[in-house]
């Protein structure tokens, strides 16, 4: 049986939550006036939602309590080097882990932490 993951997150502002995952790369595929306001976003095989919703701290989002959305690219230095490209703050820039694999981290407006990484 194949299988897909969609993510579903919730925004204080949607139209910040769109220029900032477009600015990672991922296309918009949908949006909706709601209520609740809503946007889709795709890069690949990877999905994210996003409905808008009351603000909460970032804080509270931060890993370890949180989540860590992870997003597997073919190549991770080019998706890193399109974010720093486009001005956006890394939490940790590229780096080989001991696992095997190669990654770098930030967060979104709302707290949500991105992990991408390189396939195995």
Same mark, same amino acid.
Request: glycine residues 10%.
């Given at each position: 049986?194949?299988? %897909? ?5 919730? =925004? ?6 769109? $220029? ?10 949908? $949006? %909706?006036?709601?209520?609740? !306001? ?20 970032? =804080?509270?989002?931060? =890993? ?5 959305? =992870? ?10 080097? !399109? ?18 694999? $190669?990654?770098?981290?930030? %967060? ?9 990484? %390189? $396939?195995?």
């Amino acid at each position: 049986m194949d299988a %897909s993951l969609r993510v579903e997150i919730f =925004v204080a502002d949607l139209d910040e939550t769109v $220029r900032f995952y477009e600015r990672l790369g991922f296309g918009t595929t949908g $949006r %909706s006036d709601g209520p609740p !306001r809503y946007a889709a976003f795709r890069m690949g095989r990877a999905r994210i939602g996003a409905a808008e919703a009351p603000a909460v701290d970032p =804080v509270r989002r931060a =890993v370890p309590a949180g989540a860590e959305i =992870v997003i597997d690219v073919d190549d991770v230095r080019d998706v890193r080097d !399109r974010v720093v490209g486009a001005g956006l703050p890394l939490a940790e820039d590229l780096q080989d882990r001991p696992w095997g694999l $190669r990654d770098f981290r930030l %967060s979104d407006p709302d707290g949500y932490y991105l992990r991408f990484t %390189s $396939r195995h």
